[in-house]
């Protein structure tokens, strides 16, 4: 079955530092999110990314937060200024069309990185 | 706004038995949808089961099943003949159609197997 991979697992790095997040979508998936869920907490929608713009993001996405997809395969989370309170397991996520979800197209996760600000 | 909520923190059941996870949600939009995502240790989100609410009959996935009260919209998990690989937190979610791409997560709900 195809997968979403994520690059590093784990990362760490100190607090005022940026970090990039790496994610490999599935080939012919189009729309590409990123969700980050805080130890012992839910998970959050961070932003949602198509035809190389974004197309909604949340409250947390703030201008610290940058997405790109640089060479056609890769998409990435960069974090501009790291704060304590980024530290979360970071989920990439795609779909082959938008609102794949509702025509039978499962929402793919990846395994997730592991980001802590120290 | 789409608010999920999971009522159990933590639930435990014995392996072959039965378990009923709970979950309820709000929302406003009339054609939407209802998950369970299953999250072992490793951290990654599986999905298990998914329900359109179009849907009157509830989805089943072999050992998984749901029941969907849409009135009371209510969205519950029951899992048969638990196994030791059943363990994980378990996370309901909801997405609607009108123009929201996203995911909306309950807090979860640890669930252990016991031998």
């Known amino acids: 079955e195809p997968e979403v991979t994520q690059t590093p697992s784990h990362q760490v790095t100190q607090m005022g530092q940026e970090v990039i997040l790496r994610c490999v979508p599935i080939?012919?998936?189009?729309?590409f999110y990123w969700y980050r869920q805080i130890l012992g907490q839910k998970v959050e929608f961070l932003v949602s990314?198509?035809?190389?713009?974004?197309?909604?993001k949340s409250e947390i996405f703030d201008d610290q937060f940058s997405v790109e997809r640089p060479d056609g395969s890769n998409f990435t989370l960069k974090i501009r200024s790291t704060k304590l309170e980024d530290s979360a397991m970071y989920f990439c996520?795609?779909?082959?069309?938008?609102?794949?979800?509702?025509?039978?197209?499962?929402?793919?996760f990846g395994s997730g990185t592991q980001l802590s600000v120290l | 706004a789409q608010t999920v909520t999971q009522s159990q923190p933590e639930m435990s059941v014995q392996e072959a038995e039965t378990v009923t996870l709970s979950c309820t949600y709000d929302t406003s939009e009339s054609d939407y949808y209802l998950f369970w995502y299953k999250q072992p240790p490793s951290r990654q989100m599986i999905l298990v089961i998914r329900?359109?609410?179009?849907?009157?009959q509830n989805a089943t996935e072999n050992r998984f099943s749901v029941n969907f009260q849409k009135a009371a919209k209510s969205f519950s998990l029951k899992i048969s003949d638990s196994q030791l690989g059943d363990a994980a937190m378990y996370f309901c979610a909801t997405y609607s159609q009108g123009g929201s791409e996203k995911l909306v997560f309950g807090k979860g709900t640890k669930l252990t197997v016991n031998p």
């Open positions: 990314f198509y035809n190389n713009e974004i197309s909604e």
């Open positions: 329900q359109e609410a179009y849907k009157q």
């Open positions: 080939s012919n998936h189009l729309y």
């Open positions: 996520a795609s779909s082959e069309a938008g609102g794949g979800l509702i025509i039978g197209e499962k929402l793919f």
